[in-house]
T-cell receptor
């Protein structure tokens, strides 16, 4: 079993829909990261959080430390949101080393 | 501020050769981490350098090595290349602080193909 599990693996939505991607982890962490990867490979850090909730434009990330679970929400989705979304954790004992989930391929159709 | 840069962006090598990849972090960032991304294994941590010292290492064979220079630029080297080393190699830089975790800023990656 992977230390970081994401669901779903693939997600197709219509423009304007509300989207949720989930991430569960099994290790003690110092922080959880949500990353976005577009075709071609470049990775962008969307959020880094260790508690509560963060919002950036149409993106919202939440984390429940007790349940070891995080969600990434996209409101009013747009075709330009199509990308792979990756959950990663910094383990308590590993400093800045990241352990990654397998990613969620999101496709938003116009 | 310029982002993380990696050179070269694309590389084709043959089995048995060695390769050196370069990463220049964001100005002021002193920590550089390297990651390998393959379709089969996903993203995996290779190693992290801070102040010219390897601070953390992933589960990769000794053929994978790295170093960091005094200006924080980092290189990674893979010797005796195997077909399975074909991957996207990403580096990420961050401002290391000891009281909380650090956001990492990723470079565009070097796509290595081993024939």
């Amino acid at each position: 079993k992977n230390e970081v599990e994401q669901s779903p693996q693939n997600l197709t939505a219509q423009e304007g829909e509300f989207i949720t991607i989930n991430c569960s982890y099994s290790v003690g962490i110092s922080a959880l990261h949500w990353l976005q990867q577009h075709p071609g490979g470049g990775i962008v850090s969307l959020f880094m959080l260790s508690s509560g909730k963060k919002k950036h434009g149409r993106l919202i990330a939440t984390i429940n430390i007790q349940e070891k679970h995080s969600s990434l929400h996209i409101t009013a989705s747009h075709p330009r949101d199509s990308a792979v979304y990756i959950c990663a954790v910094s383990e308590e004992t590993s400093g800045s080393r990241l352990t990654f989930g397998e990613g969620t391929q999101l496709t938003v159709n116009p | 501020k310029a982002g993380v840069t990696q050179t070269p962006r694309y590389l084709i090598k043959t089995r048995g050769q060695q390769v050196t990849l370069s990463c220049s972090p964001i100005s002021g960032h002193r920590s550089v981490s390297w990651y390998q991304q393959t379709p089969g294994q996903g993203l995996q941590f290779l190693f992290e350098y801070f102040s010219e010292t390897q601070r953390n290492k992933g589960n990769f064979p000794g053929r994978f090595s790295g170093r960091q220079f005094s200006n924080s630029r980092s290189e990674m080297n893979v010797s005796t290349l195997e077909l399975g080393d074909s991957a996207l190699y990403l580096c990420a830089s961050s401002l290391p602080r000891w009281d909380f975790d650090n956001e990492q800023f990723f470079g565009p990656g070097t796509r290595l193909t081993v024939l």
